[in-house]
């Protein structure tokens, strides 16, 4: 039995961006599902253009095909385009695919500016194979060039935080403003999202950041040898 109401709009996802070079990518996405196969799901714009062109071709073929979803924003579009939601306590991703704020010759990748990080990177983990969606525009020189590393804070270990921070060389950190609400960000987890401008971006900051007591995660995704579609 299905719910009757379909008055309920979504417009974050009506309103998104399909460029070609977003379409593009999504088709290659929507080619990889294979008949019984578990797809991780990150979060993003390109993100949810892959879903619907993953969604068409799970349709159009009949294939059974269930996916793991890394923010709200991804279940909601999931359930939206008639895919199977499962979690990651219920099965492990043959595969998953993610966008990226940032990426750097070396294939390491900013995410963060949707505030979904720790989820994605359970996803990211959980995955042998690993596609980023990321079109010539996020290729940068040095990661942090455009945008700071988030790092998601549990509250009260603010100010323990942003110390530690700044002894890993932090030169500014700010905590997040909402858009839509006064106050500051809050993750899907309920906890802070601190910006952080890093001049040096060491090999291991992301693990020298997550060894702080109180941080939940970064946005740093060092050495996790994506394939770039």
């Known amino acids: 039995m299905e719910y009757g109401n379909k008055l309920v709009s979504f417009p974050y996802i009506d309103t998104v961006d399909r460029p070609k070079e977003k379409q593009a990518l999504g088709q290659k996405v929507a080619k990889l599902a294979e008949n019984g196969q578990v797809i991780g799901a990150g979060a993003g714009s390109s993100v949810l253009v892959a879903m619907e062109c993953l969604a068409e071709r799970v349709k159009a073929e009949g294939l059974s095909v269930s996916v793991i979803c890394g923010a709200y924003e991804t279940r909601l579009t999931a359930a939206r385009l ?43 983990s959980s995955c042998a194979k690993r596609y980023l969606l990321a079109d010539p525009s996020k290729q940068v020189e040095k990661l942090g060039s455009r945008f700071p590393v988030p790092v998601e804070t549990y509250p009260e270990a603010l100010s323990l935080v942003a110390e530690k921070l700044a002894e890993l060389g932090a ?40 060894a702080i007591p109180g941080v939940i995660e970064s946005g740093l995704f060092q050495g996790y040898n994506f394939i770039r579609l």
């Open 171 to 210: 030169s500014s950190i700010s905590v997040r403003p909402a858009a839509g609400k006064d106050g500051p960000v809050l993750t899907e987890g309920g906890n802070l999202l601190l910006d952080c401008r890093f001049a040096v971006m060491d090999p291991t900051l992301e693990r020298n950041i997550k």
């Open 82 to 124: 008639g895919l199977t939601v499962v979690s990651l306590l219920e099965a492990k991703p043959d595969w998953c695919f993610d966008g990226a704020d940032e990426v750097d010759p070396e294939g390491n990748v900013l995410k963060g500016r949707g505030g979904a990080l720790f989820q994605e990177k359970l996803i990211i």
